[in-house]
């Protein structure tokens, strides 16, 4: 842990941040007031279980954090806590199953992902296989959606290097029965209809690694893609080889990341306001998924993608072999906006200054694999 930080278990008062980290060896919370100067460290959460989503919900008055949990004797489970880690539901409830005459099994829940503050007791996950389920009652139930459990693509997925997963949820906030999916390998999809119906949106999307057809109707290995809060319709998107934006919910698709020195990535953040400024860490290949260059680069752009600019201030430049996979980077919500990021060399760091210099917040944690930043006070409800 860095110097400046102690270790508690308490209830964080109104206003303080708190980062949830997921890792292959349990779950941490890290807590700040509003400075982000001094952290505080809780954990570990369910040690030795591997966590690979975690979500913070303040919807209807709740303070309510959320995490996937995966062991040998329970397999993947939601788990929840009301008082900031203190208690959670057991982990023998098999709460997310698959109909059973759907032939699939779950093995991995990759993504939580909370609805509108309009909409209090809905909630969504991504799972692996991929499909998506939502819950209509706050957690407490899980229910998959049928119109991509029976979709008549599912026989053409294939999984990428971590499995056939829906790990990206993206919902439209002024239109609540959009939403849009990331498919590792099947690209994005979308739906209009809460669910019912769903359309591959992967025009301009390459698949590099398909001999044949480099931009097939579905078979994308996606990332990972944002939506940008500040205008409606952009998003970002981190693909297996390239990095685009889309200004129309996924339509159409354009490729920014020729200035980049590899477009090749997993990490993926947006500015909260400003909808020309995104983040990539870019990685050296598909073969090598290291820190392109050894050097631990966080990418900015300010234009949009026209062009791009290294911020390198406190990351190592030097034998930097460090990973970050897909939800391991996170922004908050405060009027100067933090960044975080970890690794899977299990160091965490976060910028207050759009990223211009890095600090260390943790240097020896187990291997990252999810980084959510959250405002916690009343009337704040921002897991981002």
Not at 37 to 43: A, E, I, L, P, Q
Not at 193 to 218: I, M, R
């Amino acid at each position: 842990m860095a110097p400046n930080e102690t270790t508690s278990r308490r209830r964080g008062p109104r206003g303080d941040v708190l980062l949830l980290i997921g890792t292959t060896k349990g779950a941490f919370l890290l807590w700040s007031t509003s400075d982000r100067k001094r952290w505080r460290v809780d954990g570990p959460h369910f040690p030795g279980e591997s966590v690979f989503a975690m979500a913070f919900d303040s919807r209807a008055g709740r303070q309510r954090l959320f995490a996937s949990t995966n062991t040998w004797q329970h397999g993947s489970v939601v788990r929840s806590s009301d008082d900031f880690g203190r208690s959670w539901t057991p982990a023998d409830r098999k709460n997310v199953v698959f109909p059973e005459d759907s032939g699939l099994q779950l093995k991995q829940i990759w993504q939580i992902t909370p609805a509108a503050s309009s909409q209090p007791d809905l909630l969504y996950l991504g799972v692996e296989p991929a499909c998506l389920f939502e819950s209509r009652d706050a957690g407490e139930t899980w229910t998959a959606v049928e119109g991509l459990v029976r979709h008549p693509h599912r026989p053409g997925w294939f999984p990428g290097g971590g499995g056939l997963c829906l790990h990206t949820i993206v919902l439209d906030p002024a239109e609540q029965r959009r939403i849009l999916v990331g498919i590792s390998t099947g690209g994005v999809y979308r739906s209009d209809d809460a669910g019912t119906t769903w359309n591959a949106s992967n025009s301009g999307l390459s698949a590099e690694f398909l001999p044949d057809n480099k931009f097939p109707k579905f078979g994308q290995c996606v990332h990972k893609f944002v939506a940008h809060p500040a205008q409606r319709g952009r998003l970002y998107l981190q693909n297996h080889w390239g990095v685009y934006r889309s200004d129309n919910w996924g339509q159409q698709w354009l490729d920014i990341g020729d200035a980049l020195p590899s477009d090749f990535g997993f990490g993926l953040a947006v500015h909260p306001r400003d909808a020309a400024t995104a983040y990539v860490i870019p990685m050296q290949s598909d073969e090598f998924h290291c820190a392109a260059d050894a050097k631990l680069r966080v990418f900015r752009t300010r234009n949009a993608g026209t062009s791009w600019e290294p911020l390198t201030r406190g990351l190592p430049q030097r034998q930097a072999y460090e990973t970050v996979v897909r939800d391991a980077f996170s922004t908050d919500s405060l009027g100067s906006y933090g960044l975080y990021f970890g690794t899977r060399n299990g160091k965490l760091f976060a910028s207050l200054d759009a990223g211009e210099s890095w600090r260390s917040l943790a240097d020896s944690l187990p291997p990252i694999t999810c980084v959510r930043a959250a405002v916690v006070g009343v009337g704040v409800a921002t897991t981002e």
